[in-house]
């Protein structure tokens, strides 16, 4: 029986990385810091971990637990701390820890992540002898359900050296684009600001969160960073994509790419969006918007 192991310090991510996790084995096993029992695991190892620390604190330790359980395949989140927290224990496993955007096959282990920054995508079997995943927003599918849900104790001790000195609430929204069934995406085809209330009222007809290209979040700000799709943003796997003024440049379409129907809607038949979508409307968005809104 195969067994991945996933590090968790936050509940909510937590349980959502060990539902997705069971796709690449038998048995989903957590080392907990912090983030109590995980329902979704079928093992879950408690570490009451000391809240003045940061978690990659626990990297030596969380380490040398997973050598001593044999651990193959090790999992986290991409959070910024997860991201530092790998990049940890894959050095006191002696390994490198590989960025992944999906999942390509489980045995042999062969996953995709972005290269040269964002402008390819790379597919790569792990042979290593031990694994060390952050798995992008979206890499693998959400699942629900529980596991086992047994739990054991651990006491480990952070290493000495760094303390958490204060928290601060984070701004912006509090979105997950990765759950949602339909997204409509907007770019540099709508001309002002206020133009995006054309694609916020098809979003709202259609049940879909909205979402933009990279220019609308960190260009002209007129949407927040956390709605962004694309290599630095999120990654999607909708059944419907809907981009409305967005030309296609690979940066944003890493992020959309396994969405199973994209329909795009630009004045540009040139754009390279086109390429990649299933349906195509080669017209101003400022007549098919409306139109779109009128008949659903």
Request: charged share 15%; glycine share 10%; net charge negative.
């Amino acid at each position: 029986m195969s067994e991945v192991w996933i590090v968790a310090h936050d509940p909510v991510a937590g349980n959502a990385l060990a539902g997705s996790a069971r796709a690449l084995g038998d048995a989903v096993n957590a080392i907990s810091l912090g983030a109590g029992a995980l329902a979704a695991a079928d093992l879950t190892l408690l570490v009451e971990a000391d809240p003045s620390t940061p978690v990659e604190a626990y990297a030596a330790a969380v380490a040398e637990v997973l050598a001593s359980r044999a651990a193959k395949l090790v999992v986290l989140d991409s959070s910024a701390q997860s991201r530092l927290l790998a990049g940890q224990l894959a050095a006191h496993l002696g390994t490198s820890p590989v960025n992944a955007t999906g999942v390509v096959s489980t045995d042999p282990l062969v996953v995709t992540r972005l290269a040269y920054g964002g402008l390819a995508v790379a597919t790569e079997e792990l042979a290593s002898a031990v694994a060390v995943l952050v798995l992008a927003a979206g890499a693998l599918p959400p699942a629900d359900g529980t596991g086992a849900g047994a739990a054991e104790p651990l006491a480990l001790a952070p290493s000495a050296g760094v303390r958490l000195l204060e928290t601060r609430p984070r701004g912006g929204e509090s979105v997950d684009l990765t759950a949602a069934k339909r997204v409509v995406g907007v770019g540099r085809g709508f001309a002002a600001q206020a133009d995006l209330e054309l694609a916020r009222e098809l979003a709202g007809r259609l049940g879909a969160e909205l979402a933009c290209s990279r220019p609308i979040a960190e260009g002209v700000n007129w949407m927040p960073a956390e709605r962004y799709l694309g290599v630095s943003g999120a990654t999607i796997k909708p059944d419907l994509y809907l981009a409305v003024g967005i030309s296609g440049q690979i940066q944003h379409l890493v992020g959309v790419s396994h969405s199973k129907v994209i329909v795009a809607i630009n004045k540009d038949a040139k754009a390279p969006i086109f390429a990649h979508a299933d349906f195509g409307v080669v017209a101003d968005l400022y007549q098919v918007l409306p139109a779109l809104v009128a008949a659903l």
